[in-house]
């Protein structure tokens, strides 16, 4: 969703969900929807079992895990994760038919919500860069932050290389909210002409009027071991598919856990009296605003990106894995489209490696005789 406050405008959006659930049975029966894909594979360090969700499309839509190794956790403790593009459907569709697909596959009741964050998107000006170097330097603070980490690239200007800020964060890995502020655009891979690695969100910047070469995002994580709750009561998928919700906890986040002072050492013990400074003006609440939804899922995923995304999905595939020959014409084919449609960012961004490097580690696992393999990093990621 998206709205202007004081000339200015902004997006508002649930970035990450993840819930857990209690299955009626113990190891559960699992079942495929109609019209969906289902891959069990390895789990992680918590649970023994995963399993990915794959909509009509081939894209990802849901993760679940389950069988918890611990024997602190209960036996039939689930959790589910809805992917990103399904948080940025209009009117909360993407919420309801998450937890309808997962009702169809497994009897279960819900639990709780482990993990939600909650971002603003805006634009860059020059007042707010401003803003950004006073915090990075220390003239600026965040109120009872006390661990973060910053993060720069080197640009050229006049002649001189220069340190330019694109994230700032603060929060341990035990803080039960961190804050993030990071450069959007600059994430999405769109700076330099390429295409966007989540168009869905560029496209409602684009529908909000936003310049999308200079947006910049905000952004509250919310997790916690137990039940997680606001005012009180415990969040529910009801809450996170609610836009003014989503805004209200927004809005009040932004006024309560995100202090930004002027570092003038007015502090006495839990009295502060050093000035309060705004990155940018909203009101405490969402009383009053008016936000738009996107107007429908009418965006598409780069025809390049497209056709990368199903090449790879088949670069496992037995007959190329057994036959070095047709793995070799196929690496050549996905390098060749990396290269000519400028796709090199999206690549490390989405693999997690440069392609070349990629397909040479690869390449060893190539033809026939025992092979030890798992499902890869790659297709779990995408």
Known sequence: MYFSYKSFKYCVNCDWLQFSVHTAQTPPEILCPDGYR?????????FENRAIVYDQRGAKFLTILWSPYSKVLPSNLMTCQVSNEYLYLPAGMGFKWAWQVLSEMVECSFNAIGRVDICIDWEGTNERTEFLKHLNSGHYYAQRKSVGSA???????????????????????????????????????????????????????KQAGMNVQNVWRLEFSLCGAGQLRYKGEPIRLENVADPGWLLSVLCECYEARF?????????????????????????????????????????DLPAAITLLRSMMRQIDNPVVLCHRPTFETYATAILDIVRDHHLDGYFLRTYEKAAEDYFNELSAEVGQGLRHSVLSAARLLD
Do not use: M
Request: hydrophobic share 30%.
């Open 38 to 46: 289902l891959e069990v594979c390895q789990g992680n360090n918590i």
């Open 151 to 205: 993060w720069w690239h080197e640009i050229n200007a006049n002649g001189l290389s220069k340190k330019q800020i694109h994230c700032l964060t603060w929060g341990s890995q035990k803080s039960e909210i961190k804050v993030k502020i990071y450069h959007k655009s600059r994430e999405q891979g769109i700076l330099n002409g390429g295409e966007p690695e989540k168009p869905w969100i560029v496209e409602e910047w």
């Open 259 to 299: 202090v930004t002072r002027i570092n003038q050492g007015r502090r006495e013990g839990h009295k502060n009296n050093d000035k309060r400074v705004y990155l940018f003006e909203l009101p405490k609440t969402a009383k009053g605003l008016k936000w738009a939804e996107l107007k429908g899922k009418d965006y």
